[in-house]
Structures are given as C-alpha cells and as structure tokens.
Nanobody, 122 residues
Framework: VQLQASGGGLVQAGGSLRLSCVASGRIFSIDAVGWYRQAPGKERELVAAIISGGITNYAHSVKGRFTISRDNAKNMVYLQMTSLKPEDTAVYYC?????????????????WGQGTLVTVSS
C-alpha cells in the first residue's frame, strides 16, 4: 500500500491550493484519513481529518479556511485550502488507516504519503 500526495506549490497570501492524495495497492478498506503538516523547526501537527462516521476535525488555525474531503470510489482524499497565510507554509502529509489484503488475512495499519511542500508568500 502506498499514499501519493500532490498539489503543493508556491502561492501568494490569500490564494488557494488543493492537495490530493491517492492510495494504491491491495486495499480492502480505508478508515480514517487526514492531513498533517510540518513547518521548519516545528513538530508535525494535525491539520484536518475525517474519522469514522464521516466526522471532520480541523485544527483551530485552519477552521473555516480549509476543507477536507474524500472520494471512496477513487481512494482519494483532498484538502482544499483557501485564504492561505504565510504561517500555512509547511510540508503537508496525508495519512490514512488502511486495511489491506495480505496472503491469507487482512492487515490494518497507518500509512503516510511522501509530503508535498506548500509555500505561501506574503
């Protein structure tokens, strides 16, 4: 199983970006999904997540500006980011709890994408 994130880039303050993350492999089901970010010199933090029942959680700093969504048919998760601020500059990582087919059983584990850089200029 692999997660591949994309969509990062350089944007001016006030602009928008949409991050995408696709899961591939022998996937049986995808449970919770989320986006995290890590700014230089800081710890990785949760930005947004969709947990069981479709409940969404957002960091206080992005609430009202970012929207997380998923397309189960395509094994995709998105992060729509609007009204971007310089403090949103970070490497963004997608995360998913995935149950996959092994040879004779199902295995559930947490997976991380490789990260995509978002830079917001002032």
């Amino acid at each position: 199983v692999q997660l591949q994130a994309s969509g990062g880039g350089l944007v001016q303050a006030g602009g928008s970006l949409r991050l995408s993350c696709v899961a591939s492999g022998r996937i049986f089901s995808i449970d919770a999904v989320g986006w995290y970010r890590q700014a230089p010199g800081k710890e990785r933090e949760l930005v947004a997540a969709i947990i069981s029942g479709g409940i969404t959680n957002y960091a206080h700093s992005v609430k009202g500006r970012f929207t997380i969504s998923r397309d189960n048919a395509k094994n995709m998760v998105y992060l729509q980011m609007t009204s971007l601020k310089p403090e949103d500059t970070a490497v963004y990582y997608c995360n998913a709890r995935i149950t996959s087919y092994e040879v004779t059983r199902l295995v559930t584990d947490d997976y991380w994408g490789q990260g995509t850089l978002v830079t917001v200029s002032s």
